[in-house]
């Protein structure tokens, strides 16, 4: 159904997307004349990288004052977003001085200005009430995806070559935790991720009413 253009959705998209591509640039090593062969290695950017082609496409619809497909699967996409973001501030970010974290391009855009502007665009533009009980459990399936993605690429890599990471993140670093530790780690924050959807499942469900643009 056609309705009248949201122009600010359509503002805060276009510089989502314009965001967006200055960060996947940065990711894959544009900015230091340096190519990152490990981009695709890391949850931060393929999170970044999915959330950007559904903004996009959002961006198109919301032009054409159309209602955007698929308001449940960018549910999906923010949990995956949101993950990034507190996986990262509150584990990760302490190898970066508060200098060296707002002053690298990638790292602030792909941890903090991205999913950011991300969620604000879900609870500021998105239609409501499209939710099912059930979504904020189905949410960390693509989380377990990378998970599993994780596990196969490093069994399958026995002699790596010079710079390939092949465990991102210490709390999936199979050879330091063994299954035990490696487990617990995923059991926790698939917990707490659950937890936090179905916080904003409830959030939809207060905010009566859909915007103009989603």
């Known amino acids: 159904m056609r309705k009248n253009v949201n122009v600010s959705a359509v503002i805060f998209r276009t510089i989502f997307v314009t965001l967006g591509v200055v960060g996947i640039l940065s990711s894959l090593g544009w900015f230091n004349r340096e190519y990152n062969i490990n981009w695709y290695v890391f949850y931060t950017n393929l999170s970044n990288y999915i959330c950007i082609i559904v903004m996009f496409i959002s961006l198109i619809f919301s032009a054409k004052g159309k209602d955007t497909v698929l308001p449940r ?7 995956m977003i949101l993950v990034t973001f507190f996986v990262y501030n509150i584990l990760l970010s302490n190898e970066h001085t508060p200098y060296t974290y707002f002053t690298d391009i990638s790292c ?8 950011i502007m991300y969620f604000l665009d879900w609870l500021l533009f998105c239609k409501r009430n499209t939710l099912k009980v059930v979504d904020p459990i189905l949410s960390v399936v693509m989380p377990l995806i990378y998970v599993a993605f994780i596990v196969i690429r490093s069994s399958l890599i026995t002699h790596p070559a010079k710079g390939v990471v092949i465990y991102p993140y210490f709390f999936l670093d199979l050879g330091k935790l063994g299954w035990s530790g490696f487990l617990g780690w995923v059991g926790v924050l698939l917990a707490i991720f659950i937890a936090l959807g179905y916080i904003l499942y409830m959030i939809d469900k207060v905010i009566k009413g859909k915007n103009k643009s989603n």
């Open 73 to 79: 699967f960018r549910f999906y996409c923010l949990i």
């Open 108 to 115: 602030t855009l792909l941890h903090c200005v991205l999913p």
